[in-house]
């Protein structure tokens, strides 16, 4: 149960942080440059963790997890 909250969080705070980095520089972006600023956040400060995934895992962890997610903070901010 801890360990959900736990990986909740830590993704919500990663969206959080994309989505402002996003919208500093534009206020539309599309899918691939979504994922693209999500790859480049999480290769900056989070390296350990993101290197964990090869490219047929990362993707639909992205897209399950992440991309839905980034999309609608984009939309409310």
């Known amino acids: 149960m801890y360990l959900i909250l736990i990986v909740f969080i830590f993704l919500k705070g990663i969206i959080k942080e994309v989505v ?28 350990e963790y993101f ?17 839905s997610e980034v999309s609608i903070f984009l939309v409310f901010v």
């Open 51 to 67: 290197s964990s995934f090869d490219r047929t895992s990362w993707l639909p962890f992205y897209e399950k997890n992440i991309s």
């Open 20 to 47: 402002k980095m996003v919208f500093e520089t534009q206020v539309y972006a599309d899918k691939d440059e979504l994922r693209m600023a999500v790859e480049a956040y999480l290769n900056g400060n989070h390296a």
